[in-house]
């Protein structure tokens, strides 16, 4: 069965210094990986997704992921974090269909 | 376009009481969710439905009902409440057809449920 593993709980960086989010997958064949994204009290809006050819994927307010397949990897990254991007990140994975799998969530604090 | 919105956005019950969560999509979406999100588990699916008259049971269905009578409603029903189902509930809509698995979707802005 699908998995997503996000392996940090909290996150805290400075604004202006770089960000990575880690999330890592189980999943037989070629995944469907995304990016959401979660404001306090809000819903959840798709940041970026990979379901095949570039590797690296450029999504919405200026974020990026690399999918690795050797390892397994689907990670965030932000090369300048702003305040407004203190949110809750949600990695997924494709389960067939519409369905999702989630991994646990990595809430991001942007301390100034 | 409204997108997808819920109903109530707040609600109390009481052990063993009965309610339905409202979903609606302006969309003309054919793929509908319905997610519980819980500290630490993220979100588990439910029930999903990928067509008015046609729903199927996610991750986590036990003690909840759904039906699909329009493409644009899609109602989450509590048999029983228990103090377990204390949860964010979250619905959600996507396009479908034959590239289903690399849709966008949508989320409501959830409803927060406490069962006492």
């Known amino acids: 069965a699908q998995s997503v593993t996000q392996p940090d709980i909290h996150i805290t960086v400075s604004e202006g210094a770089s960000l990575e989010l880690r999330c890592n997958y189980s999943y037989g064949a070629t995944p469907y990986l995304f990016w959401y994204v979660q404001s306090p009290g809000q819903g959840l809006q798709l940041l970026l997704k990979y379901f095949s050819g570039d590797t690296l994927v450029q999504g919405i307010k200026g974020f990026e992921a690399e999918f690795k397949r050797s390892q397994s990897s689907f990670n965030l990254r932000k090369p300048s974090v702003h305040w407004s991007d203190a949110a809750e990140y949600f990695c997924a994975v494709g389960a067939g269909g519409n369905k999702l799998v989630f991994g646990a969530g990595t809430i991001l604090r942007v301390k100034s | 376009n409204a997108g997808v919105t819920q109903t109530p956005k707040f609600q109390v019950l009481k052990t063993g009481q009965s309610m339905t969560l409202q979903c609606a999509q302006d969309m003309n979406h054919e793929y509908m969710s319905w997610y519980r999100q819980d500290p630490g588990m993220g979100l588990r699916l439910i029930h999903y439905s990928v067509g008015a008259g046609i729903t199927d049971q996610g991750e986590v269905p036990n003690g909840y009902n759904v039906s699909r009578s329009t493409t644009e409603d899609f109602p989450l029903r509590l048999l029983s409440a228990a103090p377990s189902q204390t949860s964010v509930y979250f619905c959600?809509?996507?396009?479908?057809?034959?590239?289903?698995?690399?849709?966008?979707?949508?989320f409501g802005p959830g409803t927060r449920l406490t069962v006492l």
């Open positions: 959600a809509s996507s396009y479908g057809g034959p590239h289903a698995g690399t849709d966008t979707q949508y």
